[in-house]
């Protein structure tokens, strides 16, 4: 019971993070709760593939640019804690950033957020993020470090990001309002949000990643 008490982050501890930058090393929780909410929109996404066929992909080949050639090994958490621990993008940057990816998934419908996008989305749309809300920030060239890509891949996603967007950046204080709302009710949902249910999560596609990696080195030995 102590155990998964802990693991526990109530919407009034969200409400705190959300509104304040913190002063020490400690993971805002922010970073947490959009790490599962991404990690959730994927798996929906697989159970998509797996039980259709015909799956409608975007056709638009802007979002080609955030497709990589192979999977990061790194699943959205650590990758997530990855871009707080050498940017220090503050909690409101992260609520900025989950705006900006529904209003993506709103306006291309057919897009699929997925193992082999979601990490160069992911940096590409917290550094958009960082640049309307922090008033300092790192060069394109740290972010792209971060990020396990060259600079000239991440000039390239910022700028087609933005043009995908219209160039509509602003977030005003009642829509960021609304966003941290909805982000309190998924900490609710059943008393409370669990987050070894995340790394589990996390761990499954994990390891369904390192072993497609492994069918697929098999499949070239074998070719």
């Known amino acids: 019971m102590g155990s998964n008490s802990k693991s526990i982050i109530s919407p009034r501890k969200l409400r705190s993070d959300l509104y304040s930058y913190p002063n020490n090393t400690d993971m805002p929780l922010v970073v947490s709760v959009l790490a599962v909410l ?131 950046m602003h977030v005003n204080s009642s829509v960021f309002e609304s966003y941290c709302r909805h982000l309190e009710r998924e900490v609710s949902i059943g008393g409370g949000y669990h987050i070894e249910k995340a790394l589990r999560c996390a761990q499954q596609i994990k390891l369904r990643q390192s072993v497609q990696k492994r069918y697929g080195q098999s499949a070239r030995i074998t070719l």
């Open 38 to 168: 991404i990690e959730r929109h994927m798996a929906r996404n697989e159970r998509i593939a797996r039980d259709y066929r015909r799956v409608s992909f975007s056709k638009d080949p802007r979002t080609h640019v955030f497709d990589a050639h192979e999977a990061p090994d790194l699943t959205i958490q650590s990758f997530l804690e990855r871009i707080f621990r050498y940017t220090k993008a503050g909690p409101s940057v992260y609520v900025v950033a989950y705006v900006y990816i529904d209003r993506l998934c709103q306006n291309y419908p057919e897009f699929r957020i997925s193992l082999r996008n979601a990490h160069r989305l992911l940096i590409t749309i917290v550094m958009v993020a960082s640049k309307f809300v922090e008033d300092m920030n790192y060069r394109n060239s740290h972010y792209a470090r971060v990020g396990g890509v060259t600079t000239k891949e991440m000039n390239k996603m910022e700028m087609e990001f933005l043009f995908m967007m219209g160039f509509k």
